[in-house]
């Protein structure tokens, strides 16, 4: 079961649905802006994730993650819908499409081009997490503040103010970097058979250093960049970004 109050939901019942997946550390109005201008023609689902939000009591789990999707899917939906996801939000929409080939219409990968698994990953990876377990534990509150500072530093109030209100949350974000870290995407992206495309801002270097071979492993992969726009794009360019969904949802579904 899910609660109305740990998701958004906007646009006419019967539409194409569209369920938008935040990234780390924040939660579902990192999406206002695409709820906003997509809800006119779209079914738009914003559901928070384990760890976040209205959810933050929940352990996080790429597993429980992935369950809440396809809850939320199932739930207002009608079973079935194009999943796109920023950052987090990517890899767990990428592994809910290789899992649920049958709920999903087609994905939106954002900001997730980046594979942390493979050697470097596993030599890293129980230092890197026991220290951000401790910073995040010790530390969450500094954190937070200087989240709120960067985001009214780098973003109008209409878009700063409503992802500062919902909160920023660090206890299961240990957790993330682990998940993140045991997850291979190319066995992922091999297995999903329905439009993908990469949409990712054209300044984030970090996380488009594995784009071409993202595409080799799609078997209807498509990349699209968005200019002037770095890791959160939809808040970069939230102009150019919704257009992108747009276009790519009007093609989906011509071909249905």
Known sequence: MIHPREYTLAGPEHAPAIVLIHGAR???????????????????????????GALAHVPFSLDAAVSQIATVIDTVADGRAIVCGLSLGG????????????????????????AFHGLPGRLIGAPYVAVTRFA??????????????????????????????RGFFYRFYADISAALLDFDPLPALRACDMPVLLLNGA???????????????????????????????????????????????????AVQ
């Open 26 to 52: 924040m939660t579902r109005a990192l999406w206002q802006p695409q709820i906003d201008a997509l809800g006119a023609s779209l079914r738009v689902i914003a559901p928070d994730l384990p760890g976040h």
């Open 136 to 165: 995040t534990r010790t530390f969450s509150p500094l954190l937070a503040r200087a989240e709120e500072r960067t985001l009214r530093k780098t973003y109008p109030a209409a878009l700063a103010e409503p992802i500062i209100a």
């Open 203 to 253: 300044n984030d270097r970090f996380f488009r250093r594995d784009e071409h071979s993202y595409l080799r492993a799609l078997r209807q992969g498509r990349l699209r960049l968005i200019e002037n726009a770095s890791h959160l794009a939809n808040l970069d360019q939230p102009e150019a970004y919704t257009t992108a969904l747009r276009d790519f949802v009007s093609e989906v579904v």
């Open 91 to 114: 890899y767990v929409a990428l592994a809910f499409g290789a899992r649920h080939p049958q709920r999903t219409t087609a994905l939106v990968l954002s900001g997730c081009t980046f």
